[in-house]
C-alpha cells in the first residue's frame, strides 16, 4: 500500500506537524497548545519518492510514535490531531487517577 507524498505532506501538517525544509522536508509535531514535542519524521524530496511505499511508511509511522495502521489513518484524515494525541501522548496517571 503505498501514499503519494504530496497526500503526506499536507495531512501531516493540517495534524500538527510542521515542516522545515533542508535535505528531507522535516516534521516536527506542534500538541494542539502549540508546544513543541519530541515526535518527528522526515520524507525525501526526490523526485524518485513521489510515492511512499510500505516500507518507508511504517519507519514514519514508528517515528511518530504509532503503528503503521494508525498512520495511514493520520494521513487519511480517518484520525484528527485529537485522537493522535490521545494515542501518543495519552494522560498521565497518578494519585487519585485511575
Known amino acids: 500500500m503505498t501514499r503519494d507524498r504530496k ?9 500538527g506537524f510542521q515542516r522545515v525544509d533542508n535535505d ?12 513543541k514535542t519530541i515526535r518527528k519524521t522526515k520524507m525525501s524530496m526526490g ?27 493520520l494521513v487519511d484524515c480517518t484520525l484528527d490531531q485529537s485522537g493522535y494525541e490521545a494515542i501518543v501522548f495519552p494522560p498521565k496517571s497518578g ?4
Not at 497526500?7 to 495534524?15: M, S
Not at 511512499?52 to 495502521?69: E, F, P, S
Not at 494519585?95 to 485511575?98: A, L, M
Open 7 to 15: 497526500v503526506i505532506d499536507a495531512a501531516l501538517q493540517r495534524k
Open 47 to 73: 523526485s524518485s519518492h513521489k510515492t511512499i511505499g510500505d516500507t518507508l511508511l511504517a519507519q514514519m509511522a514508528r517515528q511518530v510514535g504509532v503503528t503503521k495502521g494508525k498512520f495511514l489513518d
Open 24 to 35: 528531507h522536508h522535516y516534521y516536527i509535531y506542534h500538541n494542539i497548545h502549540g508546544k
Open 95 to 98: 494519585p487519585g487517577k485511575p
